[in-house]
């Protein structure tokens, strides 16, 4: 979903539209805008890491993850995380949303669209027992409303908590312990942070701003918003909203953007003009600037955390970092994207020209944590 200009030239930066909406097989969604600044923080004096080849380990554990929808499905890859995967499914009986998990046979559905053409899903989160969230945009562009839905995997019931028909940040829900937690525009240039009980119920508003998408960081939810002319972030606790402390290395992050963290690993891009993936991890007495330069750094963007990894995309592929080796990788074919959290890793790639009706899409998922270590560069 597009923001407006003023809510663009606050906070964010362009981004990229899922492959669905594009007709390729590419990328997620994020919000888009003008360029914020440089991080205002000193990284340590260390070089920054080296690129490795993809080692074959790494390769055969993405290949035994390979993921085989029904016949006569088209999917597209929206969210993964431990044990589970989302993924959207186009056939000939229509378009849905399901739910793959580990050691289930068939996938579990979601929502069928009852438009199996402009509907797309854009973002799920799964606590991996019952309560699961998911978002769908309602429509092929940025500026489409979207819906959000609270699901339960006890009864396989959607309920939908929330339609946004404004401006303001794309949804990627947040479940904690039985509650849904996201943002929406409300007008204004302004977004509210809601949470809902995933089966259904009164949502409360906790935080009103300019501000970016919610994401959890650990015991934190956590996010970009504009205070007067700078940006900075805010953490709230998502057991009840209430503002919570963040970390002090990041406590005073200026104008960051492309940000995440596990709560332990945090992971956020500086600079224009050179961009650098910075990285901070809990004992660590200042972030590091661990990847510099092009191709890897060359609009970087769509950071995920997967286990020990750091996961974000270019233009061109997408890369995983291992801090504790200082080396990182490039993990997919060119355009290929990942999604990510927890210890969840999946990786989605087009045999062939995505646009052509002979592709195949590959999707592969893999415990990031059975991964081993990069090599080093020595």
């Known amino acids: 979903m597009a923001t407006s200009g003023r809510y663009r030239r606050s906070l964010f930066r362009v981004g990229a539209l899922l492959s669905v909406l594009t007709g390729a097989l590419v990328t997620g969604c994020t919000t888009d805008g003008g360029a914020p600044g440089p991080v205002r923080t000193t990284a340590r004096a260390a070089g920054p ?21 029904p016949a006569g499905s088209r999917p597209v890859l929206a969210d993964a995380g431990p044990g589970w995967t989302a993924v959207q499914l186009s056939g000939a009986d229509g378009r849905r949303a399901v739910l793959v998990r580990a050691g289930e046979a068939a996938p579990r559905t979601l929502l069928s669209f009852t438009d199996p053409v ?6 799920a989160d799964f606590d991996g027992r019952r309560w699961g969230a998911f ?10 409303p979207w819906s959000l839905y609270g699901w339960d995997a006890a009864t396989g019931r959607a309920r939908r908590l929330a339609h946004a028909d404004r401006p303001g940040p794309l ?6 312990d039985g509650t849904v937690m996201w943002a929406q525009g409300t007008g204004s240039g302004k977004a509210t942070v809601f949470a809902a009980p995933a089966g259904g119920g009164h949502a409360r508003a906790w935080h009103t ?3 970016d998408t919610p994401f959890a960081a650990g015991g934190l939810l956590v996010w970009r918003e504009a205070f007067g002319g700078e940006t900075r972030l805010t953490a709230v606790s998502p057991a009840d909203g209430r503002p919570a ?3 002090a290395p990041v406590a005073g992050l200026r104008e960051v953007r492309a940000l995440v963290s596990d709560g332990r690993t945090w992971a956020w891009v500086a600079g224009e003009s050179a ?22 750094a060359d609009g970087m963007d769509q950071l995920r955390i997967a286990g020990r990894l750091v996961v974000w995309r270019t233009p061109e592929t997408s890369y995983a970092l291992d801090p504790g080796s200082r080396a990182y990788t490039a993990i997919t074919p060119a355009y290929g994207y990942a999604a990510a959290s927890g210890t969840g890793l999946a990786l989605a790639y087009s045999l062939g020209d995505a646009k052509a009706d002979g592709a195949r899409t590959v999707i592969q998922t ?11 560069c020595g």
């Open 49 to 69: 890491a080296c690129e490795v080849p993809l080692p074959a380990a790494w390769r055969h554990a993405f290949a035994a993850g390979a993921y085989r929808p």
């Open 171 to 176: 949804p990627r829900p947040v479940v904690h």
């Open 245 to 247: 402390a963040l970390p």
């Open 275 to 296: 961009p650098r993936l910075m990285v901070w991890r809990a004992g660590e007495a200042r972030p590091t600037a661990a990847v510099a330069g092009a191709p890897a």
């Open 209 to 211: 701003g300019v501000l």
């Open 118 to 123: 402009e509907h797309q899903l854009l973002a």
């Open 366 to 376: 893999v415990d990031a944590a059975r991964l081993p270590r990069l090599p080093g």
């Open 135 to 144: 978002a769908v945009l309602e429509g092929r562009t940025l500026n489409s």
